[in-house]
């Protein structure tokens, strides 16, 4: 019976290990997402370079910096 006892705690002590072990590789696959590449586009206006996310979409998938320079429309 002690044997019995042994071999299930020793179970419970491996699987809390193996558990413990494998949590935190999500959350450090979540913070490096943010870090990675992004990818930068031009203003068609004045030229600024800013992440792609942040540009205001114009018309033929021109990017610009802001609302206002969407209105300019490209530089000539
Ligand atoms: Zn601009």
């Known amino acids: 019976m002690a044997k019995l ?3 299930i705690a020793l179970v419970v002590i491996v699987a809390l ?3 413990g072990k494998g949590r935190p ?6 913070r490096a ?4 590449p992004q990818s ?9 370079h800013l992440p792609a996310a942040e540009s ?3 018309e033929g998938g021109r990017h610009y910096c802001c ?3 969407r209105r300019l429309g490209p530089a000539r």
């Open 5 to 7: 006892l042994l071999l």
């Open 17 to 19: 290990w193996w558990f």
């Open 25 to 30: 590789r999500p959350v450090a696959e979540r």
């Open 33 to 36: 997402e943010p870090a990675g």
């Open 40 to 48: 930068m586009v031009a203003c068609a206006q004045c030229g600024t």
């Open 56 to 58: 205001v979409e114009g």
């Open 67 to 69: 609302a206002e320079h």
